[in-house]
């Protein structure tokens, strides 16, 4: 088991940056991929970006590409997401994911395919 926590989220304006963090506790992150994920009011939760066990290898949605970076750090048990150049469409909930996987470099897009999740961080950017 991994209890996840997400914090970082807040109010910002049009061209802002958020550094979203995901604190772990429980297990060693080592064997899980992390994601973050979106859902914003009325529409289906989306795939942001993943990060493999190692953090070598890191996948993006083309809507953030360019704009977000995804890390990790096994040994704080911690994974964030810079979000830089905001825009109102990045408005949602973030979640913060872990998916058991075998091999290093597999993630997965899909939140079906992942174990664990947060509660939640909201992220509001304002015109």
């Known amino acids: 088991q991994v209890q996840l926590v997400e914090s970082g989220g807040g109010l910002v304006q049009t061209g802002g940056s958020l550094r979203l963090s995901c604190a772990a506790s429980g297990r060693t992150l080592h064997n899980y991929a992390m994601g973050w994920f979106r859902q914003a009011p009325g529409k289906e939760r989306n795939f942001v970006a993943a990060?493999?066990?190692?953090?070598?290898?890191?996948y993006y949605a083309d809507s953030v590409k360019g704009r977000f970076t995804i890390s990790r750090d096994n040994a704080q048990k911690t994974v964030y997401l810079q979000m830089n150049n905001l825009k109102p469409e990045d408005t949602a909930v973030y979640y913060c994911a872990a998916d058991i996987v075998y091999y290093d470099g597999t993630v997965d897009i899909s939140p079906d395919g992942y174990d664990y999740w947060g509660q939640g961080t909201q992220v509001t950017v304002s015109l």
């Open positions: 990060v493999s066990r190692s953090g070598a290898n890191t």
